[in-house]
């Protein structure tokens, strides 16, 4: 069920656009901000709201990557895995936040506190490596900054 | 050197709030073309200022503009979209514009939108921008509190509404027909051309989609005409651009300079040269989706016809800088992996063919690569090219490989025939026979 | 027209079309995917790739996508240009590189779009050494079967399933190579037209599921020319046989009536015929339980007409030659219409209003291009569902094609179209008792009992044209709706107006007829289409004859002993307390059916007659156009048609009409003599011994195979094939090559191309009709000279009457019809009885969904569970009409309800 407020901030969305249907994404994002993820009872939800079908709407929530159609960890952790970062050693990041986490990229800790993701560029490729958990961006990332930057982050 | 776009930014600091901005001169342009110019004179202007589009094909932009229908009884409302998706690898300048001064990005939209008379515009910002795009909520509350943006504009008869569209990611939704089904919540699959956007874009309506980078030059243009414009620039382009070098130099970073700078200035007297212990071995001149160059063009003007008569593009003029310890196969597999997962899926050649070419380039840089894979790179940069896929960017896709294979094809032998890479500690792979 | 070269050979072409479509229709063999006739262009697949040059100096060209270019006078282009061809070979080995190369395992193997793009390329190793990709498959419901690794992402499911039709649960998921055609989660697919994905996709990923159960490659397949059976649009089909069952039926392209698709009816109904209530054998109850060959079936027969004082009841199923062998057998005072009295009546109207209306019926595709559209008491999606898919195309190009020219782009391209177009639609109203599929797309829906309907009708009639009558007290909401019909429709150019006989209503039909008439006296070329119940309810209305009443009527006044029921289950026409009468009060009753009913189960002679795969006959549709449907396979000598036993009967009786009638052809020039207003119905196919070199048409393919084996178990030897009295066709696969005439193509095939995407050459341009013409012959057109007289009969405004429920016919496309209704497919499909009541007055009885409602009808019992609807009209209620488990009973008609009457179940059948 959507709340009333999930309902009032999608109602605004659909106001600006000609047709419900236009506010798909806006909405999705917006049940998004609230659950972490989109599950299937929350998509069917947004689909009746906006007048889609839920195979209209998952069409158009599966084509984008950042809409998780799976549930994620508490914070999401985005590496950018694009060329900048690449040149100046992302690998060595990626490696450190496997051993460190213990999970590969797709999977959420144990403890449900991460999800670690890879991402293409974070626009932010003079301060490469970079990554972002959640609203958050780090940049010219040395392995040694993990273990504090993670500490943040319960 | 005159810097208009970047001349109130600095680095660390919040940006101008709307009336420090308007203390520097801050929406002057509007005032100036509501009061006394025609839409068809702010095209003129543009036009004759050879601003040319700074999102990476650069469309001279009054041209562009010309074709949108006006008059009475062009169908409205018409749509103006400022693209601020900015996911091409290795660019980082739009950014800069963005979190630094965004309502010269909101003067620059509403001369925009005055100019083909769109009553509606999107600010297309990526979802990782998000100071942008806090500054920018901020920015357009401003603007429209102070009157520049809502009904009858400074009294004008002009109205313009401005929204935020934050996207959800897909490189795709940079191209600006993608980008337009984006911003009308379906799947970001490009259209086909024609019809452009300027006839049917947004909703079927007429639109216009800039850069943001373009956006934020036309106010200055307004301001001080197309002649000093065109006189920023150093050799045949107009202007100033914003040019960026990421990899190992020593101070990466993005800087405003006039058009035709050379690239050996930018990489040594702006990115301070390349790091101690590190030799440079080739450029992507403007993000992921341009040729390579190479030793020999260091001394090229950065500008439009000088990077492509190189073989290359100008693109989005942000730099990344490949070095003598970075593999050119692993570099072009970095990149040839992004293309493939940022294929939209909708045409055969990308969605298939890029996906194969990265299988192959693992392969060789695992050391597994046969000679024959060389000729099956070699026929998806023969026919991945311009016109065969249904958009840019699997053309985009081969340009760096091609040219890594035209400069760097030792490397790819060497890697086939010694079935190891060179760059590689690990131990060299034994074929199985 | 333009000029264009092609590899330097000029040719004439039309322009406004895109370069594919043109070299298509000039034979030329272009490859493609993403690209539909019906669907336009899209430019996904990139398989039509060729050289086009600026001019004749140019000589390196450049690749574009030909369905994505319009045509220009002075083209030049080169399909052959090595480039082009190794791009063209590339795109398939692009597709390849995930496709499991599964072809020997493949249903579509064979009949496979992508096996003939591939031999076409050439491309014909495979590079791609890396693994594939797999997908899981999904559970889509009875009709279709999912197998996801064989896309090629050519997107054309979805175009057609959701932009075409209309379908809301499949869509495509995911991106880059990820691409997933399916449903958001397993299910039954939902649309009613879901059965042509199987044709849409280009391989293997959605083929038909009822044909997996007894599969066949096409190639094995007997062919016939047949037309659908299941509703009165009269659809085109081609129905395949191998070991004597039926196996699949699939589209047969008519450019005037289905086009590429079918209805899932239609498409699955067709295992009927290999149902276990199939009679095979002929059987005379004194010799039970033992069959009867045929001799002693026919001489018992004889010897009860000789006998008895016989009357023959004929049937809207059963084909114009069935029907006339048994009018002329008992005699044209004997011959009574299978059909219940209400929907006589309204047949009989229907063609009345075809014979005497100034507008004129148009056909399916007419309809397509309707620019305005007013349906009355249809829910046709259930009642004519191919028309209903027709109307969703008309309300899509009447605002496409003005946008669309204005911003000059050109109609074939489709997402470009759309975009432009968005969710805009054409004027299309509808008035009907209960929420149809189709409201999603009417500018107004009219929910209301059928005499307000009826009235609304009325007065949209005399809104337009004064002269046809008003009505009195009409409400002002209806009234303003009436206003704004008639202005909308009087905006069109092409008008329709669509009715029929499903609500039982005959003022709504007349009303439909005064509309559409007085549009043509204000000058539109307007159109009618009355939808009705059965295949050949128009033939048999055509043949004259009396109604089912007066044939119970005869035997109870002792006028007639004995009757010969042909193809007709009395139970579904007339109340079982009157059928179980009539059917007891004759001394002989002798059935001809294919399918076991209630009826044949009093037969005391029951003769196996054909069913439609196993005969040849006519039938004539809603539109009045006469079609052949062919014979497909040899029956075993015991079944055949029901015109060939009534002809045998006749010939022993020595009948002084019959026994001159020697063959088939025969049988159509008789029925041209008596019936002159049927000229025409001999000219549908060429006669028996039409020839084309000499040589009969095969019914098999060349690369039909196995047949010296196929019978090996009971006979090393091979029979002689049968032969075939009554048409050009032969049994086997010997025989004239080329292409027949268009009413007799037993399958599409041509080199190269081995899926039905060979009837590209078949046709005069793609898309447009078949060389030779579309099928079939209208013998009915409105006359010039006719005038038109209007109908006055506006009923009086509904009363609802207290303690009773005025019940209303409902239908539906799985279950309401008596054929479809036995396939095991489609049996799975068909919804539990129910009745739908008004949420109010359910509030009133105290019901809630689900809750069994008892009521009585003409003295009849039902008890079914309630359905509650928003939509019906208070004081009315809806019942699903035909479906198993709900009995018959004559609607629209008035229910008693009683809150005390108890279920009694002994009480059934005496009450
Ligand atoms: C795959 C692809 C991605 C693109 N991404 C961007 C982008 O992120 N930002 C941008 O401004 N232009 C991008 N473009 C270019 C746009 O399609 C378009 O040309 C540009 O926004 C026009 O603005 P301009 O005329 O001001 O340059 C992209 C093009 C392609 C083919
Ligand atoms: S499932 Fe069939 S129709 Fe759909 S995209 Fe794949 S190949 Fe095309
Ligand atoms: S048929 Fe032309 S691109 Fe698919």
Partial sequence: MLTAEEKHQIDHEISLVPAPKNACIEALKIVQQNHGWVSDESLKDVADYVGMSSAELDSVATFYNLIFRRPVGRHVILLCDSISCYVMGYEGIKEALHEKLNIQYGQTTADGRFTLLPNCCLGTCDCAPALMIDNDLYRNLTVEQLDEILNKYT | MEKPLTQHIVPGRAPLSLK?????????????????????????????????????????TGLKWSFVPMGDDAATPKYLVANADEMEPGTFKDRVLLEGNPHQLIEGMIVAAYAIQASISYVFLRWAYKVAAREITIAIQEAYEAGYLGQNILGSGFNLDMHLHTGVGRYMCGEETALLNALEGKRANPRAKPPFPQVSGLFGKPTIVNNVETLCCLPHIVNNGAEWFKKLGLTADAGTKLFGVSGRVKTPGCWELPMGTTIREILEDYAGGMQDGYLFRGLLPGGASTDFLVEEHLDLPMDYPSIQAAGSRMGTGTMIILDDQTCPV????????????????????????????????????????????????????????????????????????????????????????????PWSKAKAWQPSI | MATI???????????????????????????????????????????????????????????????????????????VDPEAKEFRAHIIGWLMTNHPHDCA??????????????????????????????????????????????????????????????????????????????????????????????????????????????YTRKWDLTMAASVCHHCSLGCNITAGERYGTLRNITNRYNGEVNGYFLCDRGRFGYEHVNSVSRIRKSLVRSNLPEATDKYTALQTVVQLMRQGRVIGIGSPRASLESNFMLKTLVGEDNFHHGVSDAEHDLTELS??????????????????????????????????????????????????????????????????????????????????????????????????????????GFAVANIIYPESPGVRGLKNNDLHLAQQIADALMKAKNPVIISGTSSGNEAIVKAAANIANALVAKEKSAGIVLTLPTSNSMGLAMLGGHRL???????????????????????????????????????????????????????????????????????????????????????????QESWRWLGELGTIVAHDQISWWHGYDDILSAIVKEHP?????????????????????????????????????????????????????????????????????????APGWNSNQSVNKYQQEVGGHLKGGDPGIRLIEPKPEHKFSYSAAVPEKFEPMDGHLFILPLHHIFGSEELSAQAAAIQERIPEPYIAINTDDALRMKLDEGQLMPFAIDGNLYQLPVKLSTTIASGTAGLPVGLPGVKFAELPAWAILNRELQWKPQHQTTF
């Fill in chain 2, 330 to 421: 692993g570099f072009t597999l970095n990149l040839q992996h992004f293309f493939a997962q940022e294929s939209c899926g909708f045409c055969t050649p990308c969605r298939e063919g890029l996906p194969w070419v990265e299988r192959i380039l693992l392969a060789i840089d695992k050391g597994e690569g046969k000679p024959e894979h060389l000729l099956t790179l070699d026929f998806h940069t023969k026919y991945l090219g311009p016109g065969n896929t249904f958009c840019a960017l699997a053309p985009g896709a081969m340009e760096p490989l091609q040219s890594a294979l035209k400069y760097f094809r030792e490397d790819f032998e060497r890697h086939i025939h010694e079935h190891h890479c």
């Fill in chain 3, 105 to 214: 395992v493949c249903d579509e193997g064979g009949a496979c779009h992508l096996q003939d793009m591939t031999v076409m390329t050439g491309h014909n190793y495979r590079n791609y050494t890396f693994d594939k990709r797999t997908y899981i498959n999904q559970y889509l419901g009875p009709f279709l079967n999912h197998e996801m690794n064989r896309c090629i992402q050519c997107y054309r499911c979805v175009r057609y399933y959701k932009d075409y039709a209309g379908g809301k649960d499949l869509d495509v998921f995911a991106a880059h190579n990820h691409l997933y055609f399916g449903r958001a989660e397993d299910g039954v697919l939902e649309s009613e037209f879901s059965g042509n994905l199987a044709e849409v996709c280009p391989t293997g990923v959605f083929t038909d599921k009822t044909l997996k159960q007894h």
């Fill in chain 3, 351 to 456: 063609l009345k209003i075809l014979k005497e209306s100034d507008a004129r019926t148009p056909s399916l595709r007419e309809v397509e291009k309707a620019d305005a559209v007013f349906i009355l008491g249809e829910d046709l999606t259930n009642t004519a569902p191919m028309l209903a898919l027709a109307v969703r195309q008309a309300v899509r190009q009447e605002p496409l094609l003005e946008q669309v020219s204005e911003a000059k782009i050109p109609v074939w391209q489709d997402a470009a179209v759309r975009e432009l177009v968005q969710s805009e639609k054409g004027p299309l109203f509808i008035a009907v008792p209960t929420a149809t599929k189709l409201d999603e797309l009417a500018t107004q829906t009219y929910f209301a009992d059928p005499d307000a309907i009826a009235r609304l």
């Fill in chain 3, 677 to 749: 207003e049927m000229k025409g119905i001999e000219m549908v196919t060429p006669p028996s011994d039409f020839r084309i070199a000499g040589q009969k048409i095969p019914r098999e393919p060349h690369r039909f195979s196995g047949r010296t084996a196929m019978r090996a178990n009971i006979n090393v030897s091979e029979p002689k094939p049968a032969e075939d009295p009554d048409s050009p066709l032969s049994y086997t696969m010997e025989g004239y090559r080329g292409q027949p005439p268009s009413a007799m193509i037993p399958f599409f095939w």
């Fill in chain 3, 5 to 79: 070269y092609i590899d330097n050979t000029p040719f004439e072409v039309p322009t406004g079309k895109n370069l594919l479509e043109v070299c298509l229709s000039l034979g030329q063999d272009l490859p493609y995917f993403c690209w539909h006739p019906a669907m336009g262009s899209v430019g996904a697949c990139r398989q039509c790739a060729v050289k086009v040059y600026k001019d004749e100096n140019d000589t390196k060209g450049k690749l574009f996508m030909s369905c994505m270019e319009q045509v220009r006078d002075g083209m030049r282009i080169s399909i």
């Fill in chain 3, 549 to 639: 009443q007066s044939a119970f009527e005869a035997v109870e006044n002792g006028y007639a002993d004995t009757v010969i029921i042909v193809e007709s289950d009395l139970y579904r026409l007339a109340s079982e307390g009157a059928v179980t009468n009539f059917l007891k009060s004759c001394k002989k009753v002798i059935v001809l059916d294919y399918l076991h009913s209630q009826t044949t189960e009093h037969a005391d002679v029951l003769l196996a007659a054909g069913a439609f795969s196993e005969a040849d006959g006519t039938l004539i549709n809603n539109e009045g156009r006469a079609q052949r449907f062919y014979q497909v396979y040899p029956t075993i000598e015991d079944i």
């Fill in chain 2, 20 to 60: 420090e901005y308007e203390k520097v001169g801050g929406y002057q342009s509007v005032r100036k073309i509501l009061k006394g110019m025609t839409p068809q004179e702010v095209q003129a202007l543009v036009k004759e200022s050879d601003l040319k589009g700074r999102g990476g094909a650069g469309f001279n």
